[in-house]
T-cell receptor, first 113, second 117 residues
Framework: DQQVKQNSPSLSVQEGRISILNCDYTNSMFDYFLWYKKYPAEGPTFLISISSIKDKNEDGRFTVFLNKSAKHLSLHIVPSQPGDSAVYFCAASASNAGNMLTFGGGTRLMVKP | NAGVTQTPKFQVLKTGQSMTLQCAQD?????MYWYRQDPGMGLRLIYY???????DKGEVPNGYNVSRLNKREFSLRLESAAPSQTSVYFCASSKGFQGSANTGELFFGEGSRLTVL
């Protein structure tokens, strides 16, 4: 049973608009969450993270929101750019369980010019 | 600055053949990992080495073995390849252990695409 789920396999957004990528988790012990971005034929690269003591973390155009009660996090990209077209993976870990990362299945974002 | 380097990038094997995927990092990281990526499954951890001299099983270790040769190098071996092992394999490293706040950021190689016929 997947503990981290990205229910939308793909998302298409117009350039300049907001992209919202969603991630749900089931393990209430998760206390650290990350987003990775992956271009074709490349390895994933770290994008942004958030600790469970926060509900928002912002880095430039990227903002991650965490709703612990709903066990839900989202990544907002504003404004979206064609170069943001990639697969985005969310991941989670629990500090009292060895910090092992569990990844979601990924969402492919396509930003149209 | 090379980061994490994996070889080979592509490989085709026949069922039952063996091969080794090589990985090296030049960031003086303590921890290294092997993941596989399959469509819709995200990244699944095969084996990891939290520090030089230690290796442990991850989520999907069956059919694989690893060697942490030194602090820089971590290899993944398929002793008898099966079609179910067709996948894209990623090596990664991190300063602290994966998932640890501030030090657990994973740095990935470019991937090795393996096809088993």
């Amino acid at each position: 049973d997947q503990q981290v789920k990205q229910n939308s396999p793909s998302l298409s957004v117009q350039e300049g608009r907001i992209s919202i990528l969603n991630c749900d988790y089931t393990n209430s012990m998760f206390d650290y969450f990350l987003w990775y971005k992956k271009y074709p034929a490349e390895g994933p690269t770290f994008l942004i993270s958030i600790s469970s003591i926060k509900d928002k973390n912002e880095d430039g155009r990227f903002t991650v929101f965490l709703n612990k009660s709903a066990k839900h996090l989202s990544l907002h990209i504003v404004p979206s750019q064609p170069g943001d077209s990639a697969v985005y993976f969310c991941a989670a870990s629990a500090s009292n369980a060895g910090n092992m990362l569990t990844f979601g299945g990924g969402t492919r974002l396509m930003v149209k010019p | 600055n090379a980061g994490v380097t994996q070889t080979p990038k592509f490989q085709v094997l026949k069922t039952g053949q063996s091969m080794t995927l090589q990985c090296a990092q030049d960031m003086n990281h303590n921890s290294m990992y092997w993941y596989r990526q399959d469509p819709g499954m995200g990244l699944r951890l095969i084996y990891y080495s939290a520090s030089e001299g230690t290796t442990d099983k991850g989520e999907v270790p069956n059919g694989y073995n690893v060697s942490r040769l030194n602090k820089r190098e971590f290899s993944l071996r398929l002793e008898s390849a099966a079609p179910s092992q067709t996948s894209v394999y990623f090596c990664a490293s991190s300063k602290g252990f994966q998932g640890s706040a501030n030090t657990g950021e994973l740095f990935f190689g470019e991937g090795s695409r393996l096809t088993v016929l």
